[in-house]
């Protein structure tokens, strides 16, 4: 696999898009944080770590209002063949403040808006709206 974080948000996007009421993601560090900023947001349910061996699963429980996904889109913006970077004062909105960018920083890995509180620019993970 060439690129697991846009894995875990292709199986997030396909399994919500599915109405499926949860879906599992090979486990990482960075793709924790990443569920729980989801979380935190109001874009998921509930994220669980199930296993103590190597081969750990995040199971992300997804969010419906009736029929419809919570998420309504999500997608990576910086790939490993092209890596993008914001400043502080960069750090773009998404659809006029409704979504949210998640951004890599060296304070670990925070929202747009947290970011732009704390003054630290970043790699720019993902976008949800």
Known sequence: MMDPISDMLTRIRNASRALLPECEIPHSKLKESIAHILKSEGYVADVSVDG????????????YAGRK????????????GLRRFAGATDIPRVLGGLGTTILSTSQGVMTGTQAKKKNVGGEMICVVW
Do not use: D, F, M, Y
């Open 52 to 63: 103590k061996t190597a081969a750990k699963k995040l199971k992300v429980k997804l969010k």
């Open 69 to 80: 996904p919570v998420i309504e889109g999500i997608k990576r913006v910086s790939t490993p």
